[in-house]
């Protein structure tokens, strides 16, 4: 057995409970050397005291001995009262306190009291709650705002989504659905897999199972994006169904459509085809470690796989085939006009030569009769007659 210890902590959010009364917990995605993925609620009061008792575990590295020498971050005292306002004026402190908790050293951020403290309890499996009261209401940081904490803006409230069929889970860090289920989305991720929670359940489920409550999720979908924009694959894959593309690690590609699935339609050469936007990284961007290692997690299932799916909304999604994808990108289009173009006379010359050689090619057409030679072919006619 290795060590055990956190490789990441991310503030989400935070929510507001009203059993036994009033209250706010704030939520952390845990993510452990197991690569395991954890849900924790904490009350900003535990979070203080974890903190003091930190300090006292390590008096140098805290700067009771000398103020010089601290490194363990500064975590302002609870208020007397903490409402809606305060609750999220904090998450930006938090945000930076867990990032500095992480990169702190080992000694220190793989301590047990450390461990212990972001370790699931069974107040996060099975939280406190009354039939008769009001739902809690959950309030997430918006996702663009995470890497800088002065950005964090309003909340965001979960959505809910409706399980369209059956899902087994194939792994310790997803969710099993069944058809029906109703979800609340905590996470979004392009890769196709969305982390949700029902009810003391919480995972990652694929994007292709779940729809919106109040409609169709077509409108949620980009639309596509026919100048392509540059990717770089960052882990093969080899097609398994004839719409997809076999591509190896270092290719250079076009996406031109992104869909929830997590599986985006590129275009290689002269080819299109479907690739799992997991293994895809834009180009000029930095390698991220999250994502990295989001690479690991198995490819989500795509849509047109899901069998006896049971969608409560009456419009089909629409459908584009590889064929339309190819004939509309800008690369094609841009190589039709060039052909046209060049078959096109550049010259008056060529002109001539065209037109010259256009009338060989047709039979000749007999010259129109004169108008006397029409009177003359009548009146020998009439004499004839006459005779």
Known sequence: MGETYIRHIELLGFEKRFFPSQHYVYMFLVKWQDLTEKLVYRKFTDIYEFHKSLKEMFPIESGDINPE?????????????????????????????????????HKISRCSHMLNFFKVRPSDL?????????????????KD?????????????????RAIADYEKISSSEMALKTGDLVEVVEKSESGWWFCQIKNKRGWVPAAYVEPMDGPDESEE????????????????????????????????????????????????????????????????ENDPVKNQMRNRGIPPRRSTIRNAKSIHNQNRKQISQETYRKNSVKYMRK?????????????KEKNEMEENK????????????KDLLMNRCTESTKSKIK
């Not at 099975?126 to 008769?132: A, G, I, K, V």
């Not at 705002?145 to 989504?161: E, M, R, V």
């Not at 639309?223 to 076999?246: C, I, M, W």
């Not at 009338?359 to 004169?370: E, F, G, L, T, V």
């Open 145 to 161: 705002s995470k890497k800088n904490a002065a950005d964090i803006t309003g909340p965001i409230i979960l959505q809910t989504y």
């Open 222 to 285: 980009q639309e596509p994006n026919y100048a392509g924009e540059l990717y770089v694959v960052r882990k093969g894959y080899a097609a398994a169904e004839d719409d997809e593309l076999t591509l190896k690690e270092g290719d250079t590609v076009e996406v031109i459509h992104k869909l929830l699935d997590g599986w985006w339609v590129v275009r290689k050469d002269e080819n299109t085809g479907y690739y799992p936007s997991m293994y895809l990284q834009k180009t000029g961007e």
């Open 336 to 348: 039709k006009t060039k052909n046209n173009f060049q078959n096109k006379p550049n010259t008056l």
């Open 126 to 142: 099975n939280p406190p709650t009354d039939s008769h009261i009001k739902k809690p209401e959950t309030y997430l940081v918006p």
């Open 69 to 105: 020498n601290r490194i363990i971050p500064h975590l302002p005292a609870p208020k007397w009262f903490d409402g809606h306002r305060s609750t999220q004026n904090r998450q930006g402190t938090l945000t930076e306190y867990c990032y500095t908790l992480m990169n702190l050293p």
């Open 359 to 370: 009338s060989k090619a047709q039979p000749a057409i007999p010259p129109r009769p004169s």
